[in-house]
């Protein structure tokens, strides 16, 4: 081994903390690439994972390669040369030791131009073969040696790290190597025996040893299995802990449902309510009930009478002389709250408000008085504007509708009150590894199915070469009195594309200049009127009025504008650069229509053909649950693009993956719960070095900081 040992008294003051500058071998200098890396300290360094492992045999000598055999050599790089023409493309290098040249071969090896030249030293590993007659290696693994320090044999096993310019993977190495001489004090078994024989874990200690060199492959695999596993039981147990804190420190008023103040919130609604929705009533029922603040999720597809549920909770909570607040992500759902609200409220004395910023002045102090003193009951606005400037006199519960915008999901931070109990409402079907995950301290209401005497919604990708049979489709349903919305991803054709919708290069179709053609050429016998967020917001409440009296027949706007509408003769839902919106937000579009009994239609155009378009595209045509359709899209796009863990507090995630990891992520999750239940303070002495790796991860981010 190359790097030194570390002296003893180095190593009594070392522990996760120490920054990494005081290694050996880092200095002030390699400590700043470092924290480019996101390394700061030892305990980083320790989790700075491999992104690969090379289990390499010892080095021989070229003269002793023969064919099919995997070897391991280390030359002088005499010559590259690139083939671009070649096909595949191909880098190749010579490579000489002191007996023998070889020939190096990479398919696709374009990448490496940059990367090798002459008079380097490198090791290669990898098979080799005979060609015309020759020994080759083709496609091995290297690294490239520091020119002042040949000793290769370091390199021949062990993690390939993720590197910089000024830090190579096998600089990391050396630093890191001799750390895990140490790792008896630096990390301690979390676990009992017991557990780690009934998870068939490996004990913590060797897992950082053999993540980072590996013996063999198996061993590798335990490692990997362990180090996950800890990383989803530790976010776990801060998501656990979290919940307890809320439900043990904090309270809110209890809301008690008798026989007759169910009967009378029943009275408001002019349909039965289905079976699902009796369930999660039911559920939401018993956390009001408690002291203990309800913190709940109540998923549904859109449509599926997620509002009766809500409204249901908040006449609960005034019942019990509480204020409730509604509160939605754009002034158009908040007005789409109040109206569906207020025609279930038709002649009740109930005191509600719909906050708008448009409300100013007097106007404006008044309420807001009135709010404070207690004599409004129900006030409906968005987030910003509750959160900015309400001040409730007993705030008893606080809807949060977040339709398709689940990680925007900021817990209610309303000032000064008490904790209120909190629905969190949800359109877009949260994926099981989700809920798990940054969900993962609510409790989970479901509506899965709709109410009755929904039109089935048929669901088409057309091709380019049909676009004029679909507008004449379109123009045959206007015509019998059924309205249609076009949906597009961008606003006019100069803005640049949100972040979201720019995958690709194609044109993308702006809505201002396609509602121009659309009202003067395609549909030039309707009403075509366009709506999107940047309109001044009386503006946009005018054309929704005129949509939902039937006076617009062809509503254009841009998926800014995400409307909760319901408006069950709008049977037509045309979304143009289909490819460009995520499944989820595609499903929850066409949740738009279908709210009627008539059969509707959603069209998709796509500017793309390409295989995923395609892949995606079919998911939308032959699935309608929301579910199914989220599972998929995590699949395609990842957690990442779906929402941020960080908008979360949660840590990102260095070695597991919560779609791969599922079955880890369960298992963690149900130790990580029963530990919080058992030992909520982490004070019992067994659990001592849990609590400590947790509030080194997550003191900050989960606001766990009391539990130390
Ligand atoms: P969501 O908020 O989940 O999008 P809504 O609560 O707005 O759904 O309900 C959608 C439509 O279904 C509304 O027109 C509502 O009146 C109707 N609805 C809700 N619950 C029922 C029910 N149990 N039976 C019949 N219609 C219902
Ligand atoms: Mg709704």
């Not at 000598?61 to 023969?66: H, V």
């Not at 020939?103 to 990448?111: C, D, Q, T």
């Not at 147990?237 to 809320?246: D, E, Q, S």
């Amino acid at each position: 081994m190359v790097a030194a040992k570390l002296s003893d008294k180095q190593r009594n003051q070392l522990d996760l903390s120490t920054p990494v500058q005081y290694l050996k071998g880092v200095g002030p200098a390699k400590a700043k690439t470092f924290a480019q890396l996101g390394v700061r300290t030892v305990g980083d360094l320790l989790e700075y994972f491999p992104r690969d492992w090379i289990f390499a045999p010892a080095p021989m000598k070229i003269i002793q390669m023969r064919p099919n055999q995997t070897a391991t050599i280390v030359g002088l790089v005499e010559s590259v040369d690139y083939q671009s023409y070649r096909r595949p493309p191909l880098f190749e290098a010579m490579l000489s030791d002191e007996t023998a040249m070889c020939r190096i071969v990479w398919f696709h090896g374009g990448f490496l131009r940059d990367k090798l030249k002459p008079g380097q030293v490198i090791t290669a590993s990898g098979k080799v073969a005979s060609y015309k007659h020759q020994l080759q290696m083709t496609n091995p693994k290297f690294s490239i040696l520091d020119r002042k320090d040949l000793d290769p044999a370091e390199y021949f096993s062990g993690g390939v790290y993720p590197s910089s310019s000024q830090l190579s993977s096998g600089q990391i190495k050396r630093i890191i190597a001799p750390l895990l001489d140490n790792l008896a004090e630096l990390v301690p078994e979390f676990y009992e025996q017991d557990l780690l024989s009934e998870a068939k874990l490996l004990g913590r200690k060797d897992a950082f040893a053999w993540i980072h060199l590996p013996p063999d492959q198996d061993k590798l695999a335990k490692a990997k299995r362990r180090l996950k596993y800890d990383e989803l039981f530790l976010m776990q147990l801060g998501l656990a802990l979290r919940r307890y804190k809320v439900q043990h420190f904090s309270s809110a008023t209890p809301c008690v449902c008798s026989e007759e103040i169910d009967r009378r919130i029943r009275r408001r609604f002019p349909f039965l309510l289905t079976e699902d929705q009796d369930a999660c009533i039911g559920e939401i029922v018993a956390d009001m009930a408690s002291s203990k603040p309800m913190n709940r999720l109540l998923q549904g597809d859109v449509g599926s009478g997620k509002t009766v549920v809500a409204l249901y909770a908040a006449l609960l909570a005034v019942a019990n002389k509480t204020q409730a607040a509604i509160m939605a992500p754009t002034e158009i759902l908040a007005g789409q709250h109040f109206l569906s609200i207020e025609r279930y409220l038709k002649n009740s004395r109930l005191r509600r408000v719909l906050l708008t910023r448009g409300l100013t002045g007097q106007k404006r102090i008044k309420l807001l008085d009135k709010i404070g003193r207690g004599q409004i009951d129900i006030v409906i606005g968005t987030v910003a504007l509750l959160q900015k400037d309400v001040e409730f006199l007993n705030l008893g519960l606080v809807v949060i509708d977040e339709q398709h915008k689940f990680g925007v999901h900021q817990r209610a931070e309303l000032r000064k009150q008490a904790t209120p109990h909190c629905l969190v409402m949800t359109a877009t079907p949260i994926p099981r590894t989700l809920a798990m995950t940054a969900f993962g301290d609510l409790d989970v209401s479901i509506i899965k199915h709709s109410p009755p005497g929904r039109g089935a919604v048929i669901t088409r990708w057309v091709a380019p070469q049909n676009r004029e049979k679909a507008y004449q489709f379109i123009r045959e349903r206007l015509r019998a009195k059924k309205q249609a919305y076009f949906v597009y991803p961008r606003i006019n054709a100069l803005e640049e594309a949100c972040p979201e919708h720019s995958r690709g290069n194609g044109e993308v179709k702006a809505a201002v200049e396609e509602w121009k053609k659309l009202s003067a050429e395609i549909f030039p016998e309707f009403a075509v009127e366009l709506l999107h967020g940047q309109m001044p917001s009386a503006k946009k409440h005018q054309i929704m009025a005129e949509f939902r009296k039937g006076k617009i027949d062809v509503l254009v706007s841009t998926v800014v504008v995400e409307v909760g509408v319901d408006v069950p003769n709008a049977t037509i839902m045309v979304v143009e650069g289909a490819d460009r919106f995520g499944l989820a937000q595609l499903h929850q579009l066409r949740g738009r229509i279908g709210r009627g009994q008539a059969k509707s239609y959603c069209l998709l155009f796509a500017e793309s053909d390409s295989d995923i378009a395609r892949s995606r595209l079919d998911v939308m045509t032959k699935c309608n649950d929301g579910f199914q359709i989220a599972e998929h899209d995590l699949r395609l796009r990842g957690p990442g693009e779906l929402f941020s863990t960080r908008q979360h507090g949660l840590p990102d995630l260095k070695i597991a993956n919560i779609i791969d990891d599922f079955d880890l992520l369960v298992m963690a999750r149900k130790k990580a719960f029963e530990l919080a239940s058992q030992d909520p303070m982490l004070i019992k002495p067994q659990h001592k070095n849990i609590r400590r790796a947790l509030l080194e991860k997550f003191a900050g981010s989960l606001g766990l900081a009391d539990v130390a």
